[in-house]
């Protein structure tokens, strides 16, 4: 069966359509992950979302479709929390590992990261998304349920841990050990509901504020990681947008700030710290983990990165703002 007839066999099993119809469908661009369809209903536009066993990158990445499942209940928890952040299910079967939600049309919901990466730079847009994880965080944090909806420490790992930091590890052996010890930490440490996937490229600038896709890296662990993997973006935007550098770091410290203001299930200083340590792993992992950002190709940038990455793996500070000092530093 084509990538097509799954598609229309996936509707009638959500109940979408009747068998043997076969409405206008077009595949959508961006995900390495999964096979994602706009459909026009009759009752309107929606987008339907299936999991890809094998990610479309140059490595040898393959990830369980059973994520999924909990990609589902990772949009279903957060409608309860903020329905304005996520897109509303229309319809899913985790079983099957494929679901529809409801269509943002680009026109009216642009993508964060193009934003980003043209150079409009909106420091309100970092401050609101640090609210908002915050805001999750805090609410999953205080909810008993959460871990035993999320038992995904291994599909984690998989998809996070091992192609991004263990990746880099053996790329740099020398820092192995700060890497594996960043690893240790983060796989073990429960404390909210994480998204994974953080990133400007799952991020839509909607008219009532942004919105958050792609949380197949749903996991019950460190917040720490949302809060690191984003902020790390902000960082590597500023090496294509030398020009927007004063509002790329500003909008680092607002979304830093205002997240930090949020965190009230631990010390805001231990989790600060956590997220201060990892961010470097992370700078090394997108250019030298399985998967890196496709916009540095300048062996310039890419040493750029490994320079502070390296300085901060072998001696970490505890405050976000000394991780942006030094990147400063570099870039002046």
């Keep these: 069966m084509n990538a097509t ?4 066999a996936d509707l009638v099993r959500l109940g979408l359509i009747r ?67 996520v897109p509303a299910i229309v319809a899913a079967d985790e079983e099957a590992g494929v679901f529809a939600m409801s269509y943002l049309d ?56 091992a192609p991004y930091l263990e990746a880099a590890a053996s790329r740099h052996p020398d820092r192995a ?17 994480v998204h994974g996937d953080v990133s400007p490229k799952n991020i839509l600038v909607g008219p009532s504020g942004p919105i958050f896709l792609d949380a197949e890296c749903a996991w019950f662990g460190d917040p720490a990681f949302d809060l690191g993997f984003c902020l790390n973006h902000l960082l590597l935007k500023c090496l ?44 090394l992992a997108r250019v030298d983990g ?3 950002v496709e916009y540095l190709t300048d062996e310039a940038d890419k040493t750029l990165v490994r320079r502070v990455a390296r300085h901060l793996l072998d001696q970490p500070v505890a405050r976000l703002a000394l991780v942006a000092d030094r990147w400063k530093q570099e870039l002046a």
Aim: glycine residues 6%; positive net charge; aromatic residues 6%.
């Design 240 to 283: 294509v947008r030398r020009d927007a550098v004063p509002r790329l770091l500003a909008s680092y410290e607002a979304m830093s700030r205002r997240y930090l203001a949020g965190v009230d299930w631990e010390p805001a200083a231990d989790l600060e710290a956590r997220a201060a340590t990892l961010l470097p792993g992370l700078l």
């Design 19 to 85: 068998s043997g119809e076969r409405p206008p469908a077009v595949p959508l661009a961006g995900g390495v992950s999964s096979e994602i369809w706009k459909v026009d209903l009759p009752s309107g536009p929606i987008c339907v979302k299936r999991a890809l066993a094998k990610l479309k990158v140059a490595q040898d990445w393959r990830a369980p479709v059973g994520r999924s499942r909990y990609e589902i209940r990772w949009f279903r928890t957060v409608a309860r929390i903020l329905p304005e952040a």
């Design 106 to 161: 680009p026109a009216h919901h642009p993508l964060w990261k193009r934003q980003l990466l043209d150079g409009h730079v909106e420091i309100g847009t970092a401050e609101e998304v640090g609210r908002r994880l915050a805001a999750i965080h805090a609410a999953t944090a205080r909810d008993r349920s959460i871990p035993g909806l999320f038992p995904t420490d291994a599909i984690f790992h998989d998809i996070r841990l």
């Design 5 to 8: 007839e799954t598609l229309y």
């Design 177 to 193: 050990e700060a890497l594996h010890r960043i690893v240790q930490t983060t796989a073990t440490t429960k404390r909210a509901l």
């Design 290 to 292: 399985k998967s890196p």
